[in-house]
Nanobody, 126 residues
Framework: QLQLVESGGGLVQPGGSLILSCAAS????????VGWFPQAPGKELEGVSC????????KYADSVKGRFTIFRDYAKNMVYLQMNSLKPEDTAVYYC???????????????????WGQGTQVTVSS
């Protein structure tokens, strides 16, 4: 069974930064597209940052472009989400997930991802 464990969430003031980590065990991340999906109370799961298995393609939601960066460490078998200039509306539980991927236009669609971590809470508040 594929296992993903997120860490790095917490409470941060508006304008601050956090880096989320996602560690994979029992499989290699190399063969999958990876993504980060925040879910706020009462809202649908949304793919905000996704990275193809080759690392050649990325997709970001408009709401995070220029502020969030997704990247992998192949040697450590981990994926990260660097979040800068955080806003209160970024508050959510953030899940990492892996999937088979798809065309770049839809590569962040949650339906394309089959294995999910347990999530880490990010709260942006003063």
């Amino acid at each position: 069974q594929l296992q993903l464990v997120e860490s790095g969430g917490g409470l941060v003031q508006p304008g601050g930064s956090l880096i989320l980590s996602c560690a994979a065990s029992r499989f290699s991340l190399d063969v999958f597209t990876v993504g980060w999906f925040p879910q706020a109370p009462g809202k649908e799961l949304e793919g905000v940052s996704c990275l193809s298995r080759s690392g050649g393609d990325t997709k970001y939601a408009d709401s995070v472009k220029g502020r969030f960066t997704i990247f992998r460490d192949y040697a450590k078998n981990m994926v990260y989400l660097q979040m800068n200039s955080l806003k209160p509306e970024d508050t959510a539980v953030y899940y990492c997930a892996v999937g088979a991927g798809g065309p770049i236009g839809t590569m962040c669609a949650p339906a394309l991802f089959h294995s999910w971590g347990q999530g880490t809470q990010v709260t942006v508040s003063s």
